[in-house]
């Protein structure tokens, strides 16, 4: 991804945004590679191969994690929206709508 995350003159940007920027840019990365494994493991045979890729998965999915909960800490009406929606079983859809009402 490099520099070309901005979409607007970074230096006209707070330095409060583009910390969210680069943490935005990380979560997307974090899903790439999370990405990533998951193909790689729906194709591996060797099964010593296919653990350390696993593991390495798991990482990804703590560093996503991590990168989320930063962003929702940061970002209150982000959070409003998904606390509704994250862990909870249901219908997504009804959820993502309750989500969305109390973000209004």
Same mark, same amino acid.
């Given at each position: 991804m490099g520099f070309n995350q901005y979409h !607007?003159?970074?230096q006209?940007?707070?330095e409060e945004t583009r910390t #969210?920027? =680069?943490?935005?840019?990380?979560?997307?990365?974090e899903a790439e590679a999370i990405n990533w494994y998951q193909q790689r493991l729906s194709v591996e045979k060797d099964s010593d191969a296919k653990a350390i890729m696993e593991d390495a998965?798991? !990482?990804?999915?703590?560093h996503f994690g991590?990168?989320?909960?930063? #962003?929702? =800490?940061k970002?209150?009406?982000?959070?409003e929206t998904l606390e509704p929606i994250l862990f909870k079983s249901g219908d997504i859809?009804?959820?993502?709508?309750?989500?969305?009402?109390?973000?209004?």
């Open positions: !607007e003159p970074p006209e940007l707070k #969210l920027a =680069r943490m935005f840019a990380s979560l997307t990365e998965q798991a !990482e990804e999915f703590k991590m990168d989320l909960e930063f #962003l929702l =800490r970002i209150p009406k982000w959070k859809v009804k959820l993502g709508k309750k989500g969305e009402k109390n973000s209004e």
